[in-house]
């Protein structure tokens, strides 16, 4: 999608900390990062919200889930800890609108998440 700033990310029209990318899937630091570790996991086709998931992403969303578990071992928090994290919607606090995978570790997360 043109005006997608995730599609410019993942077409290299955009800058960013690229550290995973395949056929199907970028992964990227965050620009904002909420932890230690804030890696952005990104499916390169463009969906706007998990809404718009359907039963033909059902091998993408595992990739992107196993793409997540492998940052998190090479960035070595997995047997500690990690979060993931997909907003949706306003009230969750989505601010782009093309799906990505937060990863969030590197140190102790709370519950319930504010
Ligand atoms: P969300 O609020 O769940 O839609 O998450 C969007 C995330 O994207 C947010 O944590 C900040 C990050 N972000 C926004 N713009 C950029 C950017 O230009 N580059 C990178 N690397 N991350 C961005």
């Not at 390169?44 to 578990?69: F, M, P, Q, W």
């Not at 997995?78 to 993931?84: I, M, P, V």
């Amino acid at each position: 999608m043109s005006d997608c700033l995730f599609c410019k990310i993942i077409a290299k029209k955009v800058p960013a900390k690229i550290i995973y990318d395949d056929e199907a899937i970028t992964a990227f630091e965050d620009v904002n990062p909420q932890a230690p570790v804030h890696t952005l996991i990104v499916p390169k086709k463009h969906l706007s919200t998990t809404l718009d998931i359907t039963e033909e992403d059902n091998e993408l969303i595992g990739r992107l889930i196993r793409v997540a578990n492998r940052v998190a071992m090479e960035k070595g928090i997995a047997e500690r800890g990690f979060r993931l994290v997909m907003n949706t919607n306003p009230e969750a606090g989505q601010s782009v609108y093309h799906i990505h995978l937060h990863l969030l570790g590197g140190r102790p997360m709370h519950w319930p998440p504010g």
